[in-house]
């Protein structure tokens, strides 16, 4: 089945992902700080997207079979590499990870991240094909930004304990 992306998104090595991702999650909490919790994720979007030269929204991504077509859209790639699907919502639900992986999939990507914005701790979802990771950041007890790609975050696991 063909897929079409119509958009530039590349796959790049975890280094380059992570450098883009850190330089987009400052700006995350920089906004949900401002901003606080109660916002629809189009708000938090275009807020945090502003301060990104090389941001692409609302990516299409086409399907095509026959007389079959169906389009898919992420909701915002980073420097061509870094796929981000956000959320504003109580709890993340599986279906919002398999969407999150479906994009991946249909892009050839390895990496990407699921964030919500609603819940008074932010919640990252970092997604691969092969491994899923997930970090919460408490909102007053957050580690510095500059310690965000360390062990230094607390994992979910951690903090219901």
Aim: proline share 4%.
């Amino acid at each position: 089945m063909p897929v079409e992306v119509l958009g530039e998104v590349r796959a790049v090595e975890e280094q380059v992902f992570a450098d883009v991702c850190y330089r987009v999650m400052g700006r995350v909490f920089s906004v949900r700080k401002t901003m606080g919790p109660f916002f629809r994720e189009k708000i938090y979007q275009t807020k945090i997207c502003e301060s990104f030269q090389q941001t692409q929204v609302e990516v299409p991504i086409v399907i095509r079979q026959d007389r079959f077509r169906h389009e898919y859209f992420i909701d915002t790639v980073f420097d061509a590499v870094a796929v981000f699907e956000w959320k504003a919502v109580e709890r993340l639900h599986s279906r919002h990870r398999a969407q999150l992986l479906n994009y991946l999939m249909l892009c050839e990507l390895q990496r990407g991240k699921l964030v919500n914005l609603r819940p008074e701790t932010i919640r990252l979802h970092r997604k691969s094909h092969c491994n899923q990771q997930t970090k919460t950041i408490l909102p007053e007890k957050h580690p510095p930004i500059s310690s965000l790609r360390g062990d230094s975050c607390r994992t979910v696991a951690q903090h219901r304990q």
